[in-house]
């Protein structure tokens, strides 16, 4: 997995806000730090927090887990 410094960053917030809260593995085992020059060479990222993954359609069960992604710029969204 390629992270951009920024995604780093937002990774390493998530972990600290979430290990406590989430069974789901949140830091990868293996990355590399893409350089800032090469931000294109970057992976879009996501990890699920919280309960069980929802298996179903929108709207999901109260208490399930969510899937935040993170952009090559550090920006999170659910």
Same mark, same amino acid.
Request: net charge negative; proline share 9%.
């Given at each position: 997995?390629?992270?951009?410094?920024?995604?780093? =960053? *937002? @990774? =390493?917030?998530?972990? @600290? #806000?979430?290990?406590?809260?989430?069974? !789901?593995?949140?830091?990868?085992?293996?990355?590399?730090?893409?350089?800032?020059?090469?931000?294109?060479?970057?992976?879009?990222?996501? *990890?699920?927090?919280?309960? #069980?993954?929802?298996?179903?359609?929108?709207?999901?069960?109260?208490?399930?887990?969510?899937? @935040?992604?993170?952009?090559?710029?550090? =920006?999170? !969204?659910?």
């Amino acid at each position: 997995m390629r992270l951009t410094q920024a995604q780093m =960053y *937002a @990774l =390493y917030k998530v972990y @600290l #806000e979430w290990q406590g809260k989430t069974p !789901h593995a949140i830091m990868p085992s293996e990355f590399e730090i893409v350089p800032d020059d090469e931000y294109r060479d970057g992976d879009y990222i996501g *990890a699920w927090v919280g309960g #069980e993954i929802p298996r179903g359609n929108y709207p999901f069960p109260p208490g399930s887990a969510m899937y @935040l992604g993170i952009e090559k710029d550090g =920006y999170t !969204h659910s």
